[in-house]
């Protein structure tokens, strides 16, 4: 580049600057510019807040016409809903709106909540009971609360299919608690279906009573109720709440029971997951039972037929048994009113066999109890009930020493028996070594002339083969009556003893952590089972020369000798502990029995005795003649065959 471009760029730069300067505006163009700015600015703004005003009164002016239309919706639908509930209920549609309320009645005993929804017991507390399970018991004993029991009354009105469990009803006299502690009271919930149209749902309870009194009154519906109906349903749907220690064991005594009008009593076999029966006849009553407390539906006429039902819950996290019963009763045209009684309480046997029916008609609700079957229930009515209240009533509530007093006196009273049966086997073992004689001199061939030998020797020395049996029969109805006694007896209920805390539930020493469990055995370890096991297996070693009658044991009683102890440790471990309890001192009195029988009888003055008796003679009992006679028919059959 030379001087003429430097210069010459020099030049022009200069130019530049020099316009720039000179075009500079002043202080008040710049001012007048900034004002002009300001102005545009203020109004873009103005323009953008008109627009957003603008936006806002369309957006209100929209919202407006939506709550309009909705609105008008809303009357069109509540118009809709109130044509639907009209045609699906008829004169009983006002009754569907309302607020559930609730209404208490209670006395000493009980505790009854009401729901105005459907008009049922709602809530059922027993007060002179807490909840069982482990300790501390403090926790109130709750048989029914919220979904748990339900009462639906259904029935045609006017061609409409009528539920009252989904309906309203009224309280008429408007309180809240009714005490019943000293005198009687009653609450009255009403369904309402117009100008003196109604159903009163009555319930009357007495002081210190179980038993409430239920009564459903029609009134001013003989025109409304379909008069070509013969029945009107109810459906009543509850839950078993567990309630004690062994859950398993309080299914297997939980179930539905029903009483037919002049029959026996029923049940549903309780063992089942599922169970199903239908009554067509005449019923009593109804009862959903559980091992120590129950809600019965009493008729005071009857009901016409019923369909019962339960399912086994899987959990058995709350619930036991879920059960259900649609129930006829017979209907009538015009205002029906029918009586009934709910007896919620415990399944205690002298307060059942108090309640009776009209005209003092026994109900047997005594029979919820499990006490057996025939002679095994005659002896639990007839002389274990009546032993254990008396020693109750002397003892009061030590339940450990009555049942050692009363097995004490069970045993002394089976003695005779006992003492009978062990003679008849001594008799038994000491003619062993004639028999071996006898079976010596006979080969196995002759088998029907070795038993005519054999008895021929018993008659001489007047030995009964069947001596040591037919006693050992009279003891057994006890041994099973209090199989059925103890875990039923609701005295023994929370009672304890040494280390059991409660003797109607299993005693454990030990459970096993993380939640280990033996099948067939369980959880835990019970010591009153183990120790009548032991005492059994003791008995039995004592007594297996007397029990086999002197003869060799075949191999397989010797393993039912220690095979048996060993079931009933597997069975008894979640059994009532006062049960095994029993069967351990009754073990323990057999086993002091037999060493004094021992000592009592001397078998060789009992043998020189039975040689004695060969001398004399004797006339043909019956039982032999037969045995005789059937020995000689079997003989000549097998002489026709050769």
């Given at each position: 580049?030379d001087?003429n471009?430097?210069?010459?760029?020099?030049i022009?730069v200069?130019?530049?600057i020099?316009y720039g300067?000179y075009?500079?505006?002043?202080?008040?163009?710049i001012?007048k510019?900034q004002r002009e700015q300001d102005?545009i600015?203020k109004?873009l703004v103005?323009?953008?807040?008109q627009?957003s005003?603008a936006?806002?009164r369309?957006s209100v002016?929209?919202?407006?016409?939506v709550n309009?239309?909705?609105?008008?919706?809303s009357?069109?639908?509540?118009?809709v809903?109130?044509?639907?509930?009209k045609?699906?209920?008829?004169?009983f549609?006002?009754s569907?709106?309302?607020?559930?309320k609730?209404?208490?009645?209670e006395?000493q005993?009980?505790?009854?909540k009401?729901?105005?929804k459907g008009?049922y017991?709602?809530?059922a507390?027993?007060?002179?009971?807490?909840r069982?399970?482990?300790?501390?018991w403090?926790?109130p004993l709750?048989?029914?609360?919220?979904?748990?029991n339900?009462f639906?009354?259904k029935?045609?009105?006017?061609?409409?299919?009528i539920?009252t469990?989904d309906?309203?009803?009224v309280?008429?006299?408007?309180?809240s608690?009714?005490?019943?502690?000293e005198q009687?009271?009653t609450v009255t919930?009403?369904?309402n279906?117009?100008?003196?149209?109604?159903i009163?749902y009555?319930?009357s309870?007495d002081p210190d009573?179980?038993l409430?009194?239920?009564?459903?009154?029609?009134?001013?519906?003989?025109?409304?109720?379909?008069?070509?109906s013969?029945y009107i349903d109810?459906n009543?749907?509850s839950?078993?709440?567990?309630?004690?220690k062994?859950?398993d064991?309080?299914?297997?005594?939980?179930?539905?029971?029903y009483?037919?009008f002049?029959?026996?009593?029923?049940?549903?076999?309780e063992t089942?997951?599922?169970?199903?029966e239908s009554?067509?006849?005449?019923i009593?009553?109804?009862?959903y039972k559980?091992?120590?407390f129950?809600?019965i539906?009493?008729a005071d006429?009857?009901?016409?037929?019923?369909?019962?039902?339960?399912?086994?819950?899987?959990?058995?996290d709350?619930?036991l048994?879920?059960?259900e019963?649609t129930?006829?009763?017979?209907f009538?045209?015009?205002n029906?009113?029918?009586?009934?009684n709910?007896?919620i309480?415990?399944?205690?046997?002298?307060?059942l066999?108090?309640?009776?029916g009209?005209?003092d008609?026994?109900?047997?609700l005594?029979?919820?109890?499990?006490?057996?079957w025939s002679?095994?229930r005659?002896?639990?009515?007839?002389?274990?009930i009546?032993?254990?209240?008396?020693?109750?009533?002397?003892?009061?509530?030590?339940m450990?020493?009555i049942?050692l007093?009363?097995?004490?006196?069970?045993?002394?009273?089976?003695?005779p028996f006992t003492?009978?049966?062990?003679?008849?086997s001594?008799?038994?073992?000491?003619?062993k070594p004639?028999?071996d004689?006898i079976?010596?001199k006979i080969?196995?061939?002759?088998?029907?002339?070795?038993q005519?030998a054999t008895?021929?020797?018993?008659?001489?020395?007047?030995?009964?083969?069947m001596?040591?049996?037919?006693p050992?029969?009279f003891?057994?109805?006890?041994l099973?009556?209090m199989?059925?006694?103890?875990?039923s007896?609701?005295?023994?209920r929370q009672?304890?003893?040494l280390?059991?805390?409660?003797l109607s539930?299993?005693?454990?020493?030990w459970?096993?952590?993380?939640?280990?469990s033996i099948?067939w055995y369980?959880?835990?370890?019970?010591?009153f089972?183990?120790?009548?096991a032991v005492a059994?297996?003791?008995?039995?070693l004592?007594?297996k020369?007397q029990?086999?009658g002197?003869n060799?044991?075949?191999?397989?009683?010797?393993m039912?000798?220690?095979?048996?102890?060993?079931?009933?440790v597997?069975?008894?471990?979640?059994y009532s502990s006062?049960?095994?309890y029993?069967y351990?001192?009754?073990?323990?009195?057999?086993i002091?029995?037999?060493?004094l029988?021992?000592?009592m009888i001397?078998e060789?003055?009992l043998?020189?005795?039975?040689?004695t008796n060969k001398?004399k003679?004797?006339?043909k009992?019956?039982?032999?003649?037969?045995i005789?006679?059937?020995q000689?028919v079997q003989q000549?059959?097998?002489?026709?065959r050769r």
């Open positions: 580049m001087k471009q430097i210069f010459g760029i020099i022009i200069g130019l530049l020099a300067i075009n500079q505006p002043s202080k008040e163009e001012a510019k102005s600015r109004v103005e323009k953008q807040i627009d005003i936006a806002m369309d002016a929209k919202a407006l016409i309009k239309v909705e609105a008008a919706d009357v069109n639908s509540d118009t809903n109130t044509e639907n509930l045609s699906n209920l008829g004169i549609s006002a569907a709106l309302g607020e559930e609730f209404v208490t009645l006395n005993k009980i505790k009854i009401f729901t105005t008009a017991p709602y809530f507390e027993l007060r002179d009971f807490k069982g399970g482990e300790k501390p403090d926790k709750i048989l029914f609360d919220e979904n748990d339900q639906d009354l029935f045609y009105s006017n061609n409409k299919d539920s469990a309906l309203y009803f309280n008429t006299k408007g309180d608690l009714y005490d019943a502690s009687k009271q919930l009403r369904l279906a117009g100008d003196d149209k109604y009163d009555i319930y309870l009573s179980y409430l009194k239920f009564v459903i009154q029609f009134h001013g519906l003989e025109n409304d109720l379909a008069s070509n013969s109810i009543w749907k839950k078993i709440r567990k309630q004690e062994g859950a064991w309080e299914n297997q005594n939980s179930t539905i029971y009483k037919y002049e029959d026996d009593v029923k049940y549903l076999t089942s997951d599922d169970k199903k009554a067509d006849t005449r009593r009553w109804i009862a559980d091992q120590f129950s809600t539906l009493i006429d009857y009901f016409s037929s019923a369909e019962m039902e339960y399912t086994k819950d899987k959990t058995f709350k619930y048994k879920h059960l019963s129930i006829s009763i017979p009538e045209n015009g029906p009113k029918y009586a009934f709910y007896y309480g415990p399944n205690d046997f002298d307060i066999k108090k309640i009776k009209p005209e008609q026994d109900l047997n005594k029979r919820l109890i499990p006490l057996g002679v095994f005659w002896v639990n009515l007839y002389i274990i009546p032993l254990f209240n008396g020693l109750g009533y002397l003892f009061g509530s030590n450990g020493l049942i007093i009363m097995t004490v006196i069970i045993k002394l009273a089976l003695f003492f009978k049966s062990y003679k008849s001594a008799k038994m073992r000491v003619l004639q028999i004689e079976n010596k080969p196995k061939e002759k088998t029907m002339e070795r005519q008895m021929a020797l018993y008659k001489k020395v007047g030995v009964n083969p001596g040591g049996c037919l050992m029969l003891q057994m109805p006890f099973i009556a199989f059925r006694f103890f875990p007896s609701i005295e023994l009672k304890g003893f280390w059991a805390a409660d539930s299993y005693d454990s020493i459970t096993f952590p993380h939640g280990f099948p369980g959880d835990h370890v019970s010591l089972a183990l120790l009548m059994m297996l003791i008995s039995q004592l007594n020369n029990m086999s002197g060799t044991q075949m191999p397989g009683m010797k039912m000798l220690y095979l048996m102890p060993v079931m009933m597997l069975w008894f471990n979640k006062g049960l095994s029993y351990f001192l009754s073990n323990i009195i057999t002091i029995q037999t060493l029988i021992r000592r001397n060789d003055d043998l020189a005795k039975l040689n001398k003679v004797k006339p009992s019956n039982w032999q003649k037969r005789e006679d059937m000689k000549q059959q097998k002489k026709k």
